[in-house]
Structures are given as structure tokens and as C-alpha cells.
């Protein structure tokens, strides 16, 4: 079976015989997968009215401690984005009712970012379907390849400086 980067490989052996053009069967292959993977993922979110960064949010606030509350600053490292992206995600959660700013108890000049009940309830009805959107996007892979594909990524992330901190 072949696909499209294979032909592309093929065209650039044709034309380039004295370069390498191996990375290009595991980046091209990545590339095209993470678009196809973002547009079903996205397909799931939008049907409970949601979008990647909205699910982000959310996620990260669910997957904390009860009673789910982090600052601002702890989500924008959780979710890698600036600090101007998390104000505007959380301007739309907030006025859509899912998430609240409330003064911390810590720092009196600080918020804390609290899921509210109604965000909850709507995560946990995501959830379950963004996981099937999963399952089905890798159901091609054997739980043994799944594990194996999972180690070699965290293993190029880790050589690209992507640790956990």
C-alpha cells in the first residue's frame, strides 16, 4: 500500500538522487496527519459548541483538583499559549457561563479561573465523545502499536526540548 508521501518520495529520488529525502516520509506523514486528525477533532468539539482552545481550557480546569480553580498563568503553561490568548479564551468561557474569575485568596491582586458547574456538565459530555473520536482515529493501530508509536513520539519531543516541567 502506498500513499501520497511515498509518490512525493519517489518524485524527489527521481529529481534529487544526492540528497537524503528520508525525514520527509515521517514529517510529511505527521503533517498530513495532524490536519486530518485537527478536522475530525474539531468536528467533535463544534458539536457541543466548542473549539480546540475552549476544550483546552476546559480540559486542563477538569484534569486539576478539585474545586478545579488555577490561575491564569497556570493554564497559559499548561496550554503553552500567551498570555493574550488565555485572556481572550477565557473572556468567551466566562460570558458563556463555563468559567469564573474570582480574586485569589492567596495574592489579592491575583484571579483564580474556576470551571463553573455548567462547564463541567458540558466537558463531561465532551469528553466521552472526543475519546471515541479517538479510539477511531487510531483503531487502524494494535494496542502494542499504539504504545509503541506513543514512545517513539515522546521520544523525538524530548529531543526537541518538549519535557514536562
Given at each position: 500500500m502506498t500513499d501520497h508521501v511515498d509518490l512525493v518520495l519517489e518524485q524527489w529520488h527521481a529529481q534529487r538522487p544526492d540528497l537524503d529525502v528520508s525525514p520527509m516520509a515521517v514529517i510529511g506523514r505527521l503533517s498530513r496527519l495532524a490536519r486530518l486528525v485537527d478536522g475530525e477533532l474539531r468536528k467533535t468539539f463544534a458539536s457541543h459548541g466548542l473549539d480546540r482552545a475552549s476544550f483546552d481550557v476546559l480540559a486542563t480546569l477538569r484534569r486539576s483538583a478539585p474545586p478545579h480553580r488555577l490561575t491564569p498563568t497556570?493554564?497559559?503553561?499548561?496550554?503553552?499559549?500567551?498570555?493574550?490568548?488565555?485572556?481572550?479564551?477565557?473572556?468567551?468561557?466566562?460570558?458563556?457561563?463555563?468559567?469564573?474569575?474570582?480574586?485569589?485568596?492567596?495574592?489579592?491582586?491575583?484571579?483564580?479561573?474556576?470551571?463553573?458547574?455548567?462547564?463541567?456538565?458540558?466537558?463531561?459530555?465532551?469528553?466521552?465523545?472526543?475519546?471515541?473520536?479517538?479510539?477511531?482515529?487510531?483503531?487502524?493501530l494494535s494496542p502494542t502499536e499504539r504504545s509503541g508509536l506513543a514512545n517513539t513520539l515522546r521520544a523525538v519531543l524530548e529531543s526537541l526540548g518538549d519535557v514536562r516541567g
Open positions: 497556570e493554564l497559559m503553561h499548561a496550554s503553552m499559549v500567551t498570555s493574550g490568548a488565555i485572556t481572550q479564551r477565557l473572556d468567551r468561557l466566562e460570558a458563556r457561563g463555563l468559567v469564573t474569575r474570582e480574586p485569589s485568596e492567596v495574592d489579592g491582586r491575583g484571579v483564580v479561573v474556576a470551571l463553573t458547574a455548567e462547564g463541567q456538565a458540558l466537558f463531561d459530555r465532551t469528553l466521552p465523545d472526543h475519546l471515541a473520536t479517538e479510539h477511531r482515529l487510531l483503531a487502524a
